[in-house]
C-alpha cells in the first residue's frame, strides 16, 4: 500500500469499510468519531483502533480520510487540516465537493473525493472490506494541490480496488447532479405523484408495472443522507431541474400539435442516448438480446435457470428477477449477448418447460 | 376453455401469442393480418390457421380479438364490428382504451382490453404461450357492454392464466399515463438531457451510475409503438407532465430557499409511497433486505451464489445483476426477507470469501 499510517474521521458504513479495506491490507488504522457509539461499533467490527480524540487520531497520519455526513464536512475537513501539519495528507469521502473544497481555502494537503459507493446501506456494523472494488472514485485536485499528495492518495485508491476519476469540483457537483441527483428527485416526484393521484377510485401504486417501479427504486431511499445532498448541492440541482423542465415542455407542445415527426425523432435521439451509455457497460451493447420468463412464485427457480445456464455454457451478460405479487409471480429476465446465443437459451427453457420471450436491448426499429 | 372458436387480426407478437396460448389450450384459432408476411410468420409459428381475407377471418367466431397497432386500433375494430353479427364478441389488446371504445360507437358486442406485457418485443417470431401468465390484463366494459358477453372475456382471460382488471376506459387512459407513459416520457428526457450536456469534457453517459441507468432502461424503446401511444393518450399524458411540471417546481423552490423541513417532509412522503407499491408485491417489503456483493467479470458467478443460497435454503425474494463495465466488474443484489435472513444470507457468502453489504429495502431512518 501507498499509505502506512491511516486515520478515518467519522466512522459510520463508508469509514468503517475504508477501515476494513485498508487494514486487511497491512495498513495502521486509527479512527475517530463525535459519536461514542459510531466509534464503538467500528471498533468491535474490528475496521480502526480507537482514539481517544480527534487531536490524538490525527497525530502522524498520513493520510486522514473524512467520512462525515456531507453537512459536517466542511468543518470537519478545516478541523483536520488545522490540527496536523505537512506530514499529513487529507481528503474525504462526500458526495459533494464544491463546499468542502472550498473550506480546505486552497490547502495544498487536501484532495476531494467521492467513492461512487453505498449509499443504500449504514453503520460500521454493515461494512464491507469489499465496498470499493470495482468502484469509480472521483478525486477532485486544484491548481493548488500538491501532485505529490495527489499521486499517494491516486494509488491509495488503486491498492483498494477502486477506479480513480479526476475531476473539477464544480464539475464533478454537475456530473453527479445529472447522474444521481437529479435521478432521485425525479423518483420521489414521481412516486409521489402517483401516490396523491386517485383514478376514479383506482390507486396507481397497487398496479404499478414495470416501468413505475424502475424508475422510483430509488424513491425515499436514505432521507438523512439525501436531505443534506440535496441541499448542499442545490445550485446545481435546480439548474439541471429547470433544463428538465424546459424539455418536459417541449414534449407537452409536441404532443399538443400531435407532432409525429418530433416525437419520433425525440424517441430516437433517446434510443441513440441510451445505446451509448450502454456501450460504456458492455462493449457489444447492441448484440444483447433479453431473454423473459414468467416465474411463478417458488423457491429454486433461481438455482434451476442458472445451473441450466452454467451446464450449456451459455454467458450470463445480466440477470434479473422482479416480483409482481405472490399471486401473480414474477418476471425473470436474462440478458444474452448475440441472437444465436439467444436461440439456444430459448430452446433450453422451452425443453424445460419455460416458454420465453426473447427482444434486442437495443431496438430501434 | 370459455371461448372455442377465436379469430386473431393482427398476428404480431401479442396476436400470435394469444394464438400460441389458446390453440395450447384447444382453441380454435383463425387469423388475419393484412401484412401478408407477418400472417405467414404467425401460421409458421403454430399460432393461427390463415383466413383469406377479413370476412373469412371473422366469420362464425365467438371472439374477435384485435390485435393492430395502436393508430389502427379504431378503425379495425370498427371494421370487425360492421363484418360480425350477434354470435360475435369483439375485444382488442391495445395500450390505450379510449379512442378505440369510441370508435366502438357503444356497441353491446365490444369490450376493450389491455395485457400488460410484451412491449418489449415484436414479431411472431418472438411469440411466446406463456406471455400472458401472471399479467394483468385491463378490460374496459361501458353501461352498453352486454353483461354475458363481459363475463366470456372474463372467464377467457382467466383461462390463459392472466389477471382481469375492470376499469372504465378514461380512467385506464390516466391510469396508464401515470404508471407507464409518464415514466416513459420522463426515461426519454433524462436520458436526452444527460446526452446533450457535457460537463467540462465529462460525459455523463459515460460514468452513468446506477440511478442514471435504472431510470433510463426504458428510454427509447420501441419507438413506433412509443410514438402511436404517446399521441393516442396526448391529454392523459399531458395533464400528467404539467401536474410533474408543478411539483417539480415546488421542490426547486424549496432548494432555493434551502427548505430542509420541505425537503426532509417530502423524501419522507417518497418513502411511505414506495412503501405501499411495495407492500403489493411483497406483502412483507418492511422486512426486506438487501445484500450485494462485487463480482468481476467471470461467469458462473451467478450459479455459484443461486446454488449456495438453494443449498442453504435462503429464500430469494428477488435477484439482480447490474453490470457496469468489462474492467469495474459488476454488484449482484440479492433480496431476502428478514435480518435473519440477511444475516444467513451474509456469513454464508462471506465463507465463500465474498465480501458483502446488507441494507434494509426500505430505509425511512
Redesign the interface.
Known amino acids: 500500500m501507498a499509505v502506512t499510517r491511516l486515520t478515518i474521521v467519522g466512522t459510520g458504513?463508508i469509514g468503517a469499510?475504508l477501515g476494513l479495506a485498508a487494514r486487511g491490507r497491512g495498513v495502521e488504522v486509527a479512527g475517530w468519531d463525535p459519536d461514542r457509539e459510531a466509534l464503538a461499533a467500528a471498533v468491535e467490527r474490528g475496521a480502526v483502533e480507537a482514539a481517544e480524540s480527534l487531536a490524538q487520531a490525527v497525530a502522524d497520519a498520513e493520510l486522514v480520510v473524512v467520512a462525515a455526513p456531507v453537512a459536517s464536512l466542511p468543518g470537519e475537513v478545516a478541523a483536520v487540516l488545522g490540527a496536523t501539519g505537512e506530514e499529513t495528507t487529507v481528503s474525504d469521502v462526500g458526495s459533494t465537493k464544491t463546499s468542502v473544497v472550498a473550506a480546505a481555502g486552497g490547502s495544498p494537503r487536501f484532495i476531494g473525493g467521492h467513492p461512487?459507493a453505498?449509499k443504500?446501506?449504514?453503520g460500521a456494523e454493515?461494512?464491507?472490506?469489499?465496498?470499493f472494488?470495482?468502484?469509480?472514485w472521483f478525486l477532485t485536485p486544484t491548481a493548488d494541490t500538491s501532485p505529490a499528495r495527489y499521486k499517494l492518495l491516486h494509488r491509495f485508491v488503486v491498492d483498494l480496488g477502486a477506479?480513480p476519476?479526476a475531476?473539477?469540483p464544480s464539475?464533478h457537483d454537475?456530473?453527479?447532479a445529472?447522474?444521481?441527483h437529479?435521478?432521485?428527485?425525479?423518483?420521489?416526484?414521481?412516486?409521489?405523484?402517483?401516490?396523491a393521484?386517485q383514478?376514479?377510485g383506482?390507486d396507481?401504486?397497487?398496479?404499478?408495472?414495470g416501468?413505475?417501479?424502475?424508475?422510483?427504486?430509488?424513491?425515499?431511499?436514505?432521507?438523512?443522507l439525501?436531505?443534506e445532498i440535496?441541499?448542499d448541492n442545490?445550485d446545481a440541482?435546480?439548474a439541471?431541474?429547470?433544463?428538465?423542465?424546459r424539455?418536459?415542455?417541449e414534449?407537452?407542445r409536441a404532443?399538443?400539435r400531435?407532432d409525429?415527426e418530433f416525437?419520433?425523432r425525440?424517441?430516437?435521439?433517446?434510443?441513440?442516448?441510451?445505446?451509448?451509455?450502454l456501450e460504456?457497460?458492455?462493449?457489444d451493447a447492441g448484440a444483447l438480446q433479453?431473454v423473459?420468463?414468467?416465474v411463478?412464485d417458488r423457491?429454486?427457480v433461481?438455482?434451476e435457470v442458472?445451473?441450466a445456464?452454467?451446464a450449456a455454457?451459455i454467458?450470463?451478460?445480466?440477470?434479473?428477477?422482479?416480483?409482481?405479487?405472490?399471486?401473480?409471480?414474477?418476471t425473470l429476465t436474462v440478458i444474452v449477448s448475440g441472437e444465436d446465443e439467444a436461440a439456444r437459451a430459448q430452446a433450453l427453457l422451452e425443453s424445460e418447460g419455460?416458454?420465453?420471450?426473447?427482444?434486442a436491448v437495443?431496438?430501434?426499429?
Open positions: 458504513l469499510s461512487i453505498g443504500e446501506a449504514h454493515h461494512a464491507s472490506a469489499g465496498l472494488e470495482g468502484a469509480t477506479f476519476h475531476i473539477e464539475a454537475e456530473l453527479v445529472l447522474t444521481s437529479l435521478p432521485h428527485v425525479l423518483a420521489n416526484v414521481v412516486v409521489n405523484q402517483a401516490g393521484t383514478v376514479e383506482h396507481p401504486l397497487e398496479n404499478p408495472g416501468s413505475l417501479r424502475d424508475m422510483t427504486r430509488i424513491a425515499g431511499a436514505n432521507p438523512r439525501w436531505r440535496f441541499l442545490a440541482v435546480r439541471g431541474l429547470a433544463e428538465h423542465r424539455r418536459i415542455e414534449v407537452e404532443l399538443e400531435r409525429d416525437i419520433g425525440w424517441i430516437g435521439e433517446a434510443a441513440a442516448n441510451r445505446r451509448r451509455m460504456v457497460a458492455y462493449g433479453r423473459q420468463i414468467h411463478a423457491p429454486n433461481l438455482a442458472t445451473h445456464f452454467g455454457r454467458d450470463i451478460r445480466d440477470f434479473e428477477l422482479d416480483h409482481v405479487s405472490a399471486e401473480q409471480g414474477g419455460w416458454s420465453c420471450v426473447v427482444s437495443l431496438d430501434e426499429g
